[in-house]
């Protein structure tokens, strides 16, 4: 999952972003509100953190200014300002959540982990194709009740192809989702981890694999025997 940042404290901005790469998110920073508005429209982030008062355009005007042009992105607003009017103003411009600095990391992880869910897994947050569960909270994988071993990036893109379940997913669009902005992305690299993830989770395991290549387009994850 990638996530922008959109914070000019340097020192707030560089901290979540550490944090979040430990728990395996792909993560940009802009610190210009005109900038990172830019990037905002034009690139398809899962979730885009949002700071209130930034240079040239602030955290309302982006915000509404995205939900005007159609984009539908989950936003988490970060102010200083704890007022309920302000709050209600951040929520009312299209913000899904508001939190009042100084605030607590693990909230933060808590309150983006809660937006990025789908409607149908709020039941359960364990992400499952066929035998294969990954628990985005715990960071573990099981296939056939065995534990699974992997690094955070290969775990990044297990969850990315878990939760697109039997989607075709080109290599341009793993490689936007899965790896930031700052990533030494060779032509093969996404290939190298597509190997890695198969002799983990699929060559040790009986049956049909659950990782499939469709020439000509890229990676899908099922469990359909046919395709």
């Given amino acids: ?89 951040g929520l009312d411009c299209g913000a899904d959540d508001y939190l009042v600095k100084p605030f607590s990391f693990e909230e933060l992880v808590a309150r983006i982990r809660a937006l990025l869910r789908r409607p149908s897994d709020l039941k359960e947050s364990v992400v499952r194709v066929a035998d294969l569960s990954l628990d985005p909270i715990l960071l573990t994988v099981e ?16 969850e990315y192809l878990m939760r697109n379940e039997g989607r075709v997913l080109t290599k341009d669009n793993i490689i936007s989702h899965v790896w930031d902005y700052d990533a030494d992305i060779l032509p093969n690299t996404l290939e190298v981890f597509i190997g890695s993830l198969r002799s983990k989770i699929d060559k040790p395991f009986e049956g049909e694999p659950l990782i499939k290549t469709v020439r000509g387009f890229g990676y899908k994850i099922d469990a359909d025997t046919k395709n």
């Fill in 143 to 158: 296939r056939g009740g065995r534990e699974v071993n992997l690094s955070a990036k290969e775990f990044a893109l297990l």
């Fill in 1 to 89: 999952m990638r996530i922008l940042i959109i914070e000019d404290d340097f020192k707030i901005a560089r901290a979540i972003k550490k944090g979040l790469e430990q728990e395996t998110y792909a993560v940009d920073i802009s610190s210009d509100g005109s900038d990172g508005f830019g990037q905002a429209n034009t690139i398809d982030y899962d979730l885009i953190i949002l700071d209130r008062m930034l240079p040239e355009m602030d955290g309302i005007e982006i915000c509404r200014s995205l939900r005007k042009n159609g984009k539908t992105t989950p936003i988490i607003m970060l102010t200083a300002k704890s007022q309920i009017k302000d709050r209600v103003e």
